[in-house]
């Protein structure tokens, strides 16, 4: 059974940056993919990263690229967002995700594994 726990989250100003982890279970190693969302109130869940599990190439949102940054850490069974120059507009709760099906379901962002999520506020 995968697991997956977000943590992390926090309060910072425009311009600061947040790491957050998300810890998996062992089972997590057949995945596809893992990858980042985040959900701000009243809004549709966004899909902001992903790291592909064979090969370790990645995909950015178009709103992230170039301030975000994605890493897996296998033997501490660790994935991770950076998350530097953070706005106002990312603020939300932030989920991790892992897909163990199909590379296509990492593509469209239908993953099928969550954690509960970790709230990051960015004030300006």
């Known amino acids: 059974q995968v697991h997956l726990v977000e943590s992390g989250g926090g309060s910072v100003q425009a311009g600061g940056s947040l790491r957050l982890s998300c810890a998996y279970s062992k089972d997590t190693y057949s995945s596809r993919c893992m990858g980042w969302f985040r959900q701000a109130p009243g809004k549709e869940r966004e899909y902001v990263a992903a790291?592909?599990?064979?090969?370790?190439?990645?995909w950015y949102d178009d709103s992230v690229k170039g301030r975000f940054t994605i890493s897996q850490d296998n033997p501490v069974n660790t994935l991770y967002l950076q998350m530097n120059s953070l706005k106002p507009e990312d603020t939300g709760m932030y989920y991790c995700?892992?897909?163990?099906?199909?590379?296509?379901?990492?593509?469209?962002?239908?993953?099928?594994?969550w954690g509960q999520g970790t709230q990051v506020t960015v004030s300006s």
């Open positions: 790291i592909y599990t064979s090969g370790g190439s990645t």
């Open positions: 995700a892992a897909e163990i099906w199909t590379i296509d379901r990492c593509r469209k962002g239908d993953f099928t594994y």
